[in-house]
Every structure is written in structure tokens, then in C-alpha cells.
């Protein structure tokens, strides 16, 4: 967090608003901001060197949410550039917290936390996460604090 309490995110990831985004009113529906999230991550995950098609055969880490709270603070339409910050706020042994902020220039559109599980499907449960997965997030984390 900076001086100020604004979250400081480590990566961005820019999304489009299309067509099949928007409901009846015109804006974004809501659901569609959990699509916008889990894409953010994905890109975050490559952006560290992970190749994302691979992530539960070559790293054992594939990921279920097990909670998530959004707020909305104002509506995105079609066509809007949207930019999507993700950090990862805390890791434990077998999840870990998210946070994300979708904006459209200096407009806020909402804000989120999510927690991760790293899920074993085959075995039907939570699995430790990979420390090489942790090690990275936390560089991340490093060096965008200074």
C-alpha cells in the first residue's frame, strides 16, 4: 500500500469490453468481472515465466476460488479499454489472496479480493503451492515495493 492507503498492483492487463460483456443496461455484467480476473492472473502467471497451459502437469498448481467480494464503484460499457491490476496479498501453505482494481483511465470501476486454493483435482482437495510458484510472487512483490 502506498502513503495514501491505495493498493500498489504489480501487473496490469488490459481488456476490452465486448459485445457479449454487457447485459440489457447497456454495462458491464457483473459476473463478467470474474472472466476479466481470472485472464489478469493468467497473464500475471505468465508474466513471471510460467507457461500457463502447463501450470498443473509441469508445476502441480491449478487453482479453484474459494471466495470472492467485488465492489462496483462505477459501470464500464462496450468497447471500453479496461485495465486490470492484480497483487497478490498474501500466500499461505495451500491458498492465497488476490486483490484486483479494474479502471478505465483515472476512473475507478471496481475493486476485488479473491482467495485461490491450489486444488489437486484428482485427488479432491487442496495441495500445498509450489514454492517455485511463491518464490516468484514474492520477487514480484519485491520489486515493485522498491
Known sequence: MTASGEMHFVFWHRERVRFRDV????IVYY???LDYF???LYEYLRSLGFETGVLNEHYGFDT?????EIDYVSPASFDDLLDIGIRVTRMGRTSFDAS????QSDRVICRARLVLVNYDAAAARARPLPANILEAIDRSNMAATG
Not at 479453484?64 to 470472492?68: E, G, I, K, P
Not at 484486483?100 to 479502471?103: D, T
Open 38 to 40: 481470472d485472464n489478469a
Open 100 to 103: 484486483f482494481e479494474v479502471r
Open 23 to 26: 447485459d440489457l443496461q447497456c
Open 31 to 33: 459476473g463478467k468481472y
Open 64 to 68: 479453484s476460488v474459494v471466495h470472492a
